[in-house]
C-alpha cells in the first residue's frame, strides 16, 4: 500500500487498486486549502495506471459540512468567486470521473457536503452516528440550477422532496429507506463495505466508465459547468 498526503487530504493506494481519499480537516468544509487536497487526490487516482476505484470518507465526526462559510465571510470577492466556481467543478468532475466512486460517509454530511457524496455513484453510511441533511429551505436559500440538477439526478422524486424541502436531518436507517445510501455499516466497515462495492467494478476500461456517466449525468454535469462559469462574475 502506499500513501501520500496534501493540504489534509491522505490518499492510499490499495494493491487491488481502490484509493481511499481520506480527508482530515475537522468539518471538512470546502476552502482553497480543502480544494487543493482533493483535486491533488483526484488527480492522483486518475493517474493510477490498471484497476482503479475511489473510496472518498472523512475522519472521526464528519464527513463534510459542507462551504466553509467562515472562510468565505473573510475572503474578497475573488477569492469568493473562484472557490465557488471550483467547487461545482469539483462535482463535475466526480459526477463523470473514469473510475467507480464511493462516498463512505463516516459522520455528519450537511448541504455542499451531502452534494459531494451525491456526486459518487455509491454511497455507504455509518449507521449508528452522523445525519444527512440539506439546509437550504431553513437558512432561506434556493438551490442554484447545477445544485438542483445534482440532486435531483441522484435521488428519486420522493427522496429530493423530502431532503430538499424539509431541511430534516436524516439519520442512516432514514437515508437508506429513502435510497440516499445504498447501504448502512457500523463505524468499522464502512470503508470495508464501501470498498466492496466498487472493487469489481475497478478493472472496467476507464474511458468507457466515464463515457457512461457523462450520459448518466449530462444534464448535471453541463448545469454545474455553466455555475462554475457563472460563480466568476458574481456580484458580492
Same mark, same amino acid.
Given at each position: 500500500?502506499? +500513501?501520500?498526503?496534501?493540504?489534509?487530504?491522505?490518499? *492510499?493506494?490499495? *494493491?487491488?487498486?481502490?484509493?481511499?481519499?481520506?480527508?482530515? $480537516?475537522?468539518?471538512? %468544509?470546502?476552502? !482553497? *486549502?480543502?480544494?487543493?487536497?482533493?483535486?491533488?487526490?483526484?488527480?492522483?487516482?486518475?493517474?493510477?495506471?490498471? #484497476?482503479?476505484?475511489?473510496?472518498?470518507?472523512?475522519?472521526?465526526?464528519?464527513?463534510?459540512?459542507?462551504? &466553509?462559510?467562515?472562510?468565505?465571510?473573510? +475572503?474578497? &470577492?475573488?477569492?469568493?468567486?473562484?472557490?465557488?466556481?471550483?467547487?461545482?467543478?469539483?462535482?463535475?468532475?466526480?459526477?463523470?470521473?473514469? +473510475? #467507480?466512486?464511493?462516498?463512505?460517509?463516516?459522520?455528519?454530511?450537511?448541504?455542499? =457536503?451531502?452534494?459531494?457524496?451525491?456526486? @459518487?455513484?455509491?454511497?455507504?453510511?455509518?449507521?449508528?452516528?452522523?445525519?444527512? @441533511?440539506? !439546509?437550504?429551505?431553513?437558512?432561506?436559500?434556493?438551490?442554484?440550477? =447545477?445544485?438542483?440538477?445534482?440532486?435531483?439526478?441522484?435521488?428519486?422524486?420522493?427522496?429530493?422532496? &423530502?431532503?430538499?424541502?424539509?431541511?430534516?436531518?436524516? =439519520?442512516? !436507517?432514514? @437515508?437508506? *429507506?429513502?435510497?440516499? /445510501?445504498?447501504?448502512?455499516?457500523?463505524?468499522? &466497515?464502512?470503508?470495508?463495505?464501501?470498498?466492496? $462495492? /466498487?472493487? #469489481?467494478?475497478?478493472?472496467? !476500461?476507464?474511458?468507457?466508465?466515464?463515457?457512461?456517466?457523462?450520459?448518466?449525468? %449530462?444534464?448535471?454535469?453541463?448545469?454545474?459547468?455553466?455555475?462554475?462559469?457563472?460563480?466568476?462574475?458574481?456580484?458580492?
Amino acid at each position: 500500500m502506499e +500513501a501520500s498526503d496534501a493540504a489534509g487530504v491522505r490518499v *492510499d493506494l490499495r *494493491d487491488d487498486g481502490i484509493a481511499v481519499v481520506r480527508m482530515n $480537516l475537522g468539518e471538512n %468544509r470546502f476552502n !482553497p *486549502d480543502t480544494l487543493d487536497g482533493l483535486e491533488a487526490a483526484l488527480d492522483q487516482v486518475e493517474s493510477i495506471e490498471g #484497476p482503479a476505484a475511489l473510496v472518498l470518507t472523512g475522519d472521526g465526526k464528519f464527513f463534510s459540512n459542507g462551504l &466553509d462559510l467562515e472562510w468565505l465571510g473573510g +475572503a474578497d &470577492d475573488d477569492g469568493r468567486r473562484q472557490t465557488l466556481s471550483r467547487v461545482y467543478r469539483l462535482f463535475a468532475r466526480l459526477l463523470a470521473f473514469p +473510475a #467507480p466512486t464511493v462516498a463512505a460517509i463516516n459522520g455528519h454530511v450537511f448541504a455542499a =457536503g451531502a452534494m459531494m457524496a451525491l456526486a @459518487c455513484d455509491w454511497r455507504v453510511m455509518r449507521e449508528d452516528r452522523g445525519y444527512f @441533511c440539506l !439546509p437550504e429551505a431553513d437558512i432561506g436559500l434556493v438551490f442554484v440550477p =447545477g445544485m438542483n440538477a445534482l440532486i435531483t439526478e441522484k435521488l428519486s422524486p420522493t427522496a429530493a422532496r &423530502d431532503t430538499m424541502l424539509t431541511g430534516q436531518r436524516f =439519520g442512516a !436507517p432514514q @437515508c437508506r *429507506d429513502l435510497g440516499v /445510501v445504498d447501504a448502512i455499516a457500523p463505524e468499522d &466497515d464502512v470503508i470495508n463495505v464501501a470498498s466492496a $462495492l /466498487v472493487e #469489481p467494478l475497478a478493472a472496467k !476500461p476507464k474511458h468507457v466508465q466515464q463515457g457512461i456517466k457523462q450520459g448518466i449525468s %449530462r444534464n448535471a454535469i453541463a448545469a454545474l459547468e455553466v455555475e462554475a462559469e457563472t460563480a466568476l462574475s458574481l456580484e458580492f
